[in-house]
């Protein structure tokens, strides 16, 4: 009898696994963890596929390209932040195809990973609007390496300017070029200008580093173009008081090894910053589905694709029309369309058949707009109330410490933010390369010149 009774409970345990339906999330930013997450007690089985290994907080990585954090402290193994979650599989691997009539997904090698849903949440990329060659000159921040990048690309500016004996070559090597006036470039410039302001300025004896010079290009009439205008013009206020040359309603035309073409100026700069732009990964192309002109995928109520019930796009990669107004590419709405799916997929894990006519669509609660400037000076809004300056600031450090994932960031953030309001210190001011190779020959008869060049006056340079 009690063998019988175990035998029948084995078979409900084997039945119950069989039955757990197979959720497939692809992509580990914001929508993809707050959907998994949402799902820790749901009887799924969850495959989390990223093509990196981390969770990055992209809203924070400007600050690792101008060397205020250590990349560490922005982003999270996703292995470590599902350690403990039974029901979840984290695979690192690049997603190259989706098969929705075999429901399933492709990896690059050609692994196979079959669903039973499937969440497509893969984010963007910078987009140069058809002029990929800027690229190579104006690398745009979007991951850790393009964060490394720019970082090395600014430190060895400087360290170039001071080896330099040309008067001319230094001030290429002492002007920095943003593209694109949104929050990003915004950001980019107001750190760019304290960086060199405040931990810079005592470290170089042969340049003047308050000589450089910082340009913020903006296609639109102003600043921040989804701020009120009050908010922007106090942008451009607080920019130009740091120093930086904000210039609004100019286009980029060309960029090269030697500069950035501005309509009819040309601004002669060694480090540009493309912060400009938004496009989708190809891979949503392989759902076969209607995608607007940034390569979004027009969504259904329920962040479903039409026709396909059981496929969804959430975050940057979606075009979700709320209110008669596209929802922005932004944090806040790829978590909450995150948290919106984890809900329903719970509810419909728990059905053993879910109506495919769902009745509930997504609802989006716009918590506002923030973006700093520069230590203690940051410009938000929050429906028609408007901050600004030092409460601005603090709000934004507020939200920004509290979305941060890991315990550990947190704390390494906000001990690196207190450092650097007492001191203006950075500190991941780590340079990995050298310099010598892509530094001018110099003759050999020409070694006693250059020791006279040093000791030029500095107030030339
Ligand atoms: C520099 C910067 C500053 C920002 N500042 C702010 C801010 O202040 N406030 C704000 O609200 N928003 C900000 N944003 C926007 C915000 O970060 C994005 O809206 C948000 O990250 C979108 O989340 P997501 O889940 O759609 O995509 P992401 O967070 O970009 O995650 C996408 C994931 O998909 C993975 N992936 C992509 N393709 C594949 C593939 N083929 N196979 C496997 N994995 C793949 C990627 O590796 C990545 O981990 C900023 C963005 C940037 C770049």
Redesign the pocket.
């Given at each position: 009898m009690q063998a019988t009774l175990y035998l029948i409970l084995e078979d409900m345990v084997i039945l119950e696994f069989m039955e757990r339906k197979k959720l497939v999330v692809?992509?580990?930013?914001?929508?993809?963890?707050a959907v998994v997450k949402g799902l820790k007690k749901a009887p799924l089985d969850i495959t989390l596929?990223?093509?990196?290994n981390?969770?990055?907080f992209?809203?924070l990585?400007?600050q690792a390209a101008t060397a205020t954090l250590s990349v560490r402290d922005i982003a999270i193994a996703l292995r470590q932040v599902f350690a403990k979650q039974d029901n979840t599989t984290v695979i690192m691997?690049?997603?190259?195809d989706i098969d929705k009539k075999n429901k399933m997904v492709v990896l690059g090698n050609g692994d196979l990973f079959p669903y039973d849903y499937l969440v497509v949440?893969?984010?963007?990329r910078h987009s140069y609007f058809g002029n990929d060659h800027f690229e190579k000159n104006a690398p745009g921040?979007?991951?850790i390496s393009d964060a490394l990048l720019i970082r090395e690309r600014i430190l060895t500016a400087f360290e170039k300017a001071e080896r330099l004996d040309s008067i001319s070559e230094t001030h290429k090597y002492l002007t920095f070029v943003i593209v694109g006036g949104g929050?990003?470039g915004v950001?980019c410039a107001g750190s760019i200008a304290e960086l060199i302001q405040k931990a810079m300025h005592k470290n170089f004896r042969r340049i003047r580093t308050e000589k450089a010079r910082i340009f913020l290009i903006e296609g639109f009439d102003r600043l921040l173009p989804p701020f009120h205008p009050s908010l922007s013009e106090r942008t451009k206020k607080d920019l130009e008081k740091l120093g930086v040359t904000v210039l609004t309603n100019r286009l980029v035309t060309n960029i090269t090894e030697e500069g950035v073409q501005v309509g009819d100026t040309f601004i002669e700069a060694r480090t540009v910053i493309w912060?400009a732009g938004n496009a989708i990964?190809p891979?949503v192309q392989c759902l076969e589905t209607p995608l607007d002109r940034q390569g979004r995928v027009l969504v259904e109520k329920d962040l479903s694709i039409p026709g396909h019930s059981e496929i969804f796009v959430?975050?940057?990669?979606a075009h979700f029309k709320f209110k008669d107004k596209i929802l922005p590419?932004?944090?806040?709405?790829?978590l909450q369309q995150?948290r919106f799916l984890a809900k329903l997929l719970l509810k419909e894990a728990k059905q053993s058949h879910p109506s495919k006519h769902r009745k509930n669509g997504f609802v989006y609660f716009d918590k506002g707009n923030?973006?700093t400037i520069g230590t203690g000076k940051a410009v938000g809004n929050i429906g028609n109330f408007r901050f600004k300056g030092l409460f601005a600031w603090l709000i934004w450090g507020f939200v920004?410490i509290a979305y941060l994932v890991g315990f550990r960031n947190r704390i390494s953030v906000m001990l690196e933010w207190t450092i650097h309001y007492l001191t203006g210190a950075r500190s991941a001011r780590i340079i990995q390369g050298t310099i010598d190779e892509n530094l001018p020959k110099r003759e050999a008869s020409a070694i006693l010149e250059a020791q006279e060049i040093k000791t030029l006056d500095r107030e030339n340079r």
């Open positions: 692809i992509g580990g930013g914001f929508a993809g963890l596929i990223d093509k990196r981390h969770h990055l992209q809203p990585l400007y691997g690049d997603v190259t949440a893969i984010g963007s921040i979007k991951t929050p990003t950001e912060a990964p891979l959430a975050g940057d990669a590419g932004v944090a806040t709405v790829a995150g923030l973006a920004h």
